[in-house]
């Protein structure tokens, strides 16, 4: 699978904290888990790593939500995807003894570096701001 569910609702959160980056007021997390159904409890922990990279800011208190930390130009698929999963990077395992399973480890290794190199380049090519519609945004959920 190309990205993990759990890189799909990040994109999903982040694309809707773009459309309203322009709004001085930060989105509320029911907001975002109401209108693209994603699980309250996955959408904090997917916040919070957007937070500890340094993608979204948070107001507490009543008024408080969830902003984009930086422009919706400046943020690519590849920023969001990479905080959470990582860009592919294959797990170091010790090396088989034998000598079929080392040459075997050595074409899945170049084969899993190749996909994340692929994968990295395709996502850093999109940024938040090129996914968004070019009409201003209507159907926010109040």
Known sequence: MPVTA????????????????????PVRLTQITDKHAIPE???????????????VTTTRGKAGGYQLAKSPGEITLADIVGALDGMGEAEERPTAGSGLAQTLQAVC???AKNLAEARSSYLTRYRLSDLLPSVPHTDYVI
């Open 6 to 25: 759990r890189a799909e609702y990040a994109c999903l959160a982040m694309l809707e904290l773009a459309s309203r980056h322009a709004d001085p007021k």
């Open 41 to 55: 409890r996955f959408l904090v922990q997917i916040l919070l790593q957007m937070k500890t990279v340094g993608l």
């Open 109 to 111: 290794g170049g084969l």
